[in-house]
């Protein structure tokens, strides 16, 4: 069974911002795993809609970062079903709300709007393949 390198993947996502300087400002949003690390204890968090907001080069996006390990393709099943749902509504609202995918078979991140992940939802798939995540593949931001 493959491990959770979530964290790891949050704190590489951090690194690659705070290399961007004054361009971009990311903002963690609370939630239980950080209460625990905080308090020790396992704390109570309403659910957040995305792991962070951003901002970079004037636009603001919701951030969810994830991070897998399957050879074959990114399943939506790593997505919780409160965040599908916030993904819904910020789109309906005309927000922007962005997966960053970092798969570490693979050896890059990847940038899917959660738009191209309604889309693929729609024709019954649960999963995209490696291959077809390819237009995603996220060129990182280039220090100031």
Partial sequence: MARNRG???EDDFSDL???VGKRAYLCWLVDAAEIKGRTGRIGL???????ALLVFDG?????EVKSTEDHSAFHFKLLRKSQSAAATMILA???TYIVYLRSWVQGCW??????QITATKATGKASIPWHELEPFKWN???PT
């Fill in 7 to 9: 964290s790891e993947a």
């Fill in 45 to 51: 968090a309403r659910a957040q809609p995305s792991d």
């Fill in 59 to 63: 636009r603001t996006e919701f951030a």
């Fill in 17 to 19: 911002w705070a290399k």
């Fill in 93 to 95: 609202a005309g927000g």
């Fill in 140 to 142: 990182l931001p280039t």
């Fill in 110 to 115: 990847y940038r899917v709007p959660y738009t």
